[in-house]
């Protein structure tokens, strides 16, 4: 079953908003990435976390691998219309063989 | 750029039918991935392939079966399609040793 607990669900934010989501799970994970779906398209590779702690940004998205290696945030900020999709986390478990496990989504919606 | 290309974006099938989903990936990667997404549930790994003609069961393999004929190609195979089994359908495809997968855009299946 699925072993990463993503929240919110869906946000539907006003336009220069800023926007933050996390991945929680009780397992201990060695990477996390965070992927972006457009509608109708398949997920995109935004960001990829390798060290626990470890603080990354790309462009105007921030996201963190937790200390625990238990969870990870990603931050949009001054979010604009493009910026609508689904966001999924993403987490690489220590033995896993280097296999994804995925959270189930925040669904984005932007107000102009 | 990778890109990983799906035969088709939409597809409608009658129950009972026999359904391929055909992914080609331009990159040379040795793995090669099919999901299923469902909304709320992430992203749930059907099968995958380490290399040509080599397979594995992911967590939800029950009613699906794969090809690697070619290391560029990855089939997946609805032998006797149902409605449960409507659904959005996702290629990947990694290098060896790496963590980070590459999707295809999807093919939306519906089983009536």
């Known amino acids: 079953g699925q072993q990463l607990n993503q929240s919110p669900q869906s946000m539907f934010i006003q336009e220069g908003e800023d926007v933050s989501m996390n991945c929680t799970s009780s397992?201990?994970?060695?990477?996390w990435l965070w992927y972006k779906q457009d509608p109708g398209e398949g997920p995109v590779l935004l960001i990829a976390l390798y060290k626990a702690g470890e603080l990354t940004s790309n462009g105007r998205l921030t996201a963190q691998f937790g200390i625990t290696r238990k969870d990870s945030f990603l931050n949009i900020s001054a979010s604009i219309p493009s910026d609508v999709g689904i966001y999924f986390c993403a987490g690489q478990r220590n033995n896993a063989g280097n296999m994804l496990t995925f959270g189930g989504g925040t669904r984005l919606m932007v107000k102009p | 750029d990778v890109k990983v290309t799906q035969s088709s974006r939409y597809l409608v099938k009658r129950t009972g039918e026999k359904v391929f989903l055909e992914c080609v990936q331009d990159?040379?990667?040795?793995?090669m991935f099919w999901y299923r997404q469902d909304p709320g549930l992430g992203l749930r790994l059907i099968y995958f392939s380490y290399d040509v003609k080599m397979k594995e069961k992911g967590d939800i393999p029950e009613g699906y079966s794969v090809s690697r004929e070619k290391k560029e190609r990855f089939s997946l195979i609805l032998e006797s399609a149902s409605t449960n089994q409507t659904s959005m359908y996702l290629c990947?495809?990694?290098?060896?040793?790496?963590?980070?997968?590459?999707f295809g855009p999807g093919t939306r299946l519906t089983v009536l």
């Open positions: 990159m040379d990667h040795e793995n």
């Open positions: 990947a495809s990694r290098r060896r040793g790496r963590i980070e997968q590459f």
């Open positions: 397992s201990i994970f060695n990477t």
